[in-house]
Structure formats: C-alpha cells, structure tokens
C-alpha cells in the first residue's frame, strides 16, 4: 500500500499572501488530520476530517482552514500567512476503528 | 490542562549502549499513548501504542511501558544503533476511537544523538 503523501514538500510565501497544502491519505483511509510542527512548539492539532466533515479542531486562527473531499484527500488552507506560519505541516491518516496513525513527510512552509 | 512532559531533552550515546526516555503525562480521560519515532525533516513513524490495560510492548529494540497508576511511560532502546539518532515523542489521547474526533497532546520529544 502506498503511503500518505504531502504535496507540495517544500514551498516559500510571502508575507500576507495564502497557501494550499494537500495530501492524500493511505487508500481505504477515511480520516485525515493536519498538524503543525515548530522547534518552539513542537507538534500542535490543527483539525481532523473524515468522511468529508470536520469532526475536531485545534486551537488555531480561523486563518488556518481545511477540508476533505469524496475520495479523502484533503487540503489545508492559509490565509494571510504570517512570519509565524513558517513550519513543517504534517498530514496523517488512519483507518476507521483504528488508533493507528500514519504521517505523510510533511510540507515545509517558508514564509519570508 | 492536559499536559505531557518528556525528559530528558536530548541525550548522547554511544552506539550499542542502552538508553531509556521518559514520558509522564496529565490526560484525562486516558484513551492511549504512543510513541513516535522522527528523523529529522520526516514525518513521525508509529514505534507502539499502548491503552490502559497494557504495561508493556515491544517493538524490535524498542520497549515501551505504561504505569497508568502513576501516569507514566518510558521507551527503552536496546543496544543503540547510528540510525536510531532521531526524536522521539510521546503522544497521549483523551478520547476512545468510538467517540468524535481524535485528541491528541503531544509532549516535547526528546532528541537521540547515537555516536559511534
């Protein structure tokens, strides 16, 4: 089986500007959560979807977004991008009735 | 809050010695804990999980266990290898599978330097 995968892996913004991760969990996988990992904070929730609905949410701005579509993949969206913002974005996905979590490699966001 | 604090930080060992971090955690209601391995700018990859009736698991050369009395954790690494320098984080979750969502606290990581 194929893993999850992050696209893009790496990426630069500015400033003020918005960005769109995706990743594409394992198949079969119908829950999928976002996090954010930063050396002063360590890995933090950003939200969890399945089946096409947000069923938990971190404690996060409403610039941070996100949403699932009918085949699981997802995409995190956000606005406005702060210096802040700059960390690795890791996607997981986990299969129903199963504690299991698997990380894709993550996206690293840059924002300048 | 719940909370989970990792110790040490970091550590350094040599390769092929023993090595043993720990995990002690404030989450409530306890659902399960895991360990996670990350090399560095990768995701991190699942090492054990364990729920509250489980003392011990293993993994290879790693060994989880679980003291829920005391709520605390530690992951001991057998005979270190150069490829186990990564961090290791443990991550505690207050909700069952069955129930909404999936909440996850995260604690710090330590940081593994194998030498040769």
């Known amino acids: 089986k194929a893993g999850v995968t992050q696209t893009p892996r790496y990426l630069i913004k500015t400033r003020g500007q918005q960005v769109t991760l995706s990743c594409s969990p394992i198949?079969?996988?119908?829950?999928v959560s976002w996090y954010q990992q930063t050396p002063g904070q360590g890995l933090q929730f950003l939200f969890e979807?399945?089946?096409?609905?947000?069923?938990n949410k971190g404690n996060f701005p409403g610039r941070f977004s996100g949403r699932q579509f009918s085949n699981s993949r997802s995409e995190m969206n956000v606005s406005t991008l702060e210096l802040g913002d700059s960390a690795l974005y890791l996607c997981?996905?986990?299969?129903?009735?199963?504690?299991?979590?698997?990380f894709g490699p993550g996206t690293r966001l840059t924002v300048t | 809050k719940n909370q989970v604090e990792q110790s040490p930080q970091s550590l350094i060992i040599l390769e092929g010695k023993n090595c043993t971090l720990q995990?002690?955690?404030?989450?409530?209601?306890?659902?399960?804990l895991r360990w996670y391995k990350q090399d560095t700018g990768r995701g991190p990859v699942s090492l054990t999980i364990?729920?509250?009736?489980?003392n011990t698991k293993s993994n290879g050369r790693y060994t989880a266990t679980l003291d829920a009395d005391t709520k605390q954790s530690s992951l001991h690494i057998t005979a270190s290898q150069l490829s186990d320098s990564a961090s290791y984080i443990c991550?505690?979750?207050?909700?069952?599978?069955?129930?909404?969502?999936?909440?996850?606290?995260f604690g710090g990581g330590t940081r593994v330097l194998v030498k040769p």
């Open positions: 995990c002690n955690y404030t989450v409530s209601p306890f659902s399960n």
């Open positions: 364990m729920t509250f009736s489980e």
């Open positions: 991550v505690v979750s207050d909700v069952t599978i069955k129930a909404a969502g999936n909440k996850l606290t």
């Open positions: 997981a996905s986990r299969g129903q009735g199963r504690y299991e979590q698997y």
């Open positions: 979807y399945f089946s096409e609905t947000q069923r």
């Open positions: 198949s079969g996988h119908r829950s």
